[in-house]
């Protein structure tokens, strides 16, 4: 039993130390200190009797403990602007191996407490992967090969002038974890050209697997389709070298989440955008996420998500809530486009949210569920708004 407890304590490990940026940044060895848990020798001891690769001993400990140090750093920075999702089990992955058996942990502590948490806990296990596969130098010589980047936030304004309605940005979406399989037959350029021929100003694709069953493929191939519609890479992001990695992938835009992201990781991925030409979503779901939000000088483009997704619930007044008095007056005085996202179905649900003062909408669901989504969109806004119609 001994065995197990020790078990227990071990933290998330790869083989490499996979700092975040604000492990980077907020190094807790300068100054800002944690203290180890008293298990903290049981950790040495776990490491000791796993070791894999060829790094002397004690300096792989070390990386280790200072892996686990930033991670739950991260942590207590993440909490201390109202952050409940952790980045990672802070016991370690919930299946372990041990001898010839395999324990799968069931506690508080490496069980996700809600579907965002999962998603999140999945990815920074696989991004891990994907970067000792590709590392961020070799990322970086890839671009030289990417499609050239297209004005997304251009072309919602182009769409709003033309139509005097929201700016539509169409998700390309098979599955969801709230609503399951939307769409059986589902061929993705297909339905990007559907929308764009409906009138859509950019499309959003989702890049991830397990849970929507996406993939990177699916926007390479809209793009090398000829779709014009400028790409959202609908993808959870947690490090900068997944906005590296979707860039390689033709997107012209990538989501941040603000109830995953700490504000300092939003302003220095919203710089590297910027930086590689593309837009960055920064969505928020209540009042202290869009304050937070505000507060970084550097976002020019919100989304306010309606479904809260940590329990699912969708309610579509959440985007006239955040817009109102003072928070309202600043994302229009700094001219920031917002997005209002989710749960949008009907034309007076649109009308709904224009009023409230969006100037672009993102919609899954509602158009690709239709037979034929070309037509769910002029459905959605109760007329036609492609190309030929205004
Ligand atoms: O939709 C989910 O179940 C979900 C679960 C966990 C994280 C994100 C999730 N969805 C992302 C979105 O919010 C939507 O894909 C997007 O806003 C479009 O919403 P809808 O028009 O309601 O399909």
Known sequence: MEGLASFRAVPSFTSRPRSSI?????????????????????????QQMES????????????????????????????????????RPPTGPPLHYVGPFEFRLQNEGNTPRNILEEIIWHKDTQVAQLKER?????????LDNAPPVRDFIGALRAANSRTGLPGLIAEVKKASPS??????????????QAYEKGGAACLSVL??????QGSYDNMLAIRDAGVKCPLLCKEFIIEAWQIYYARSK??????????VLPDLDIKYMTKICKMLGMATLVEVHDEREMDRVLGIEEVEFI???????????????????????????EIRKRDIIVVGESGLFTPDDIAYVQEAGVKAVLV?????????????????FGKDISLQSV
């Open 364 to 380: 899954g669901e509602s158009i690709v569920k239709q037979s034929d989504p070309e037509k769910g969109v002029a459905g959605l």
């Open 303 to 329: 989304g306010i998500n309606n479904r809260n997704l940590e329990t699912f619930e969708v309610d579509i007044s959440n985007t006239k809530k955040l817009l109102e008095g003072k928070r309202g007056e």
């Open 207 to 212: 890049a991830d697997e397990k849970f929507f």
């Open 52 to 87: 894999k690769d060829d790094e002397p001993e004690p300096v792989k400990i070390e990386l280790k403990i200072k892996e686990w140090e930033n991670s739950m750093y991260h942590n207590e920075v993440a909490a201390s602007q109202g952050i409940r999702i952790r980045r």
């Open 179 to 192: 609503r399951g399989v939307l769409r059986e037959n589902f061929d993705p350029v297909e339905i990007a």
């Open 250 to 259: 033709g997107a012209d835009a990538i989501l941040l989440i603000a109830a």
């Open 134 to 142: 590709q590392p961020l130098y070799s990322l970086k010589k890839a």
């Open 22 to 46: 604000l492990g980077t940044a907020l190094n807790p060895r300068r100054g800002n200190s944690l203290s180890l848990p008293s298990s903290s020798s049981f950790i040495v001891r776990a």
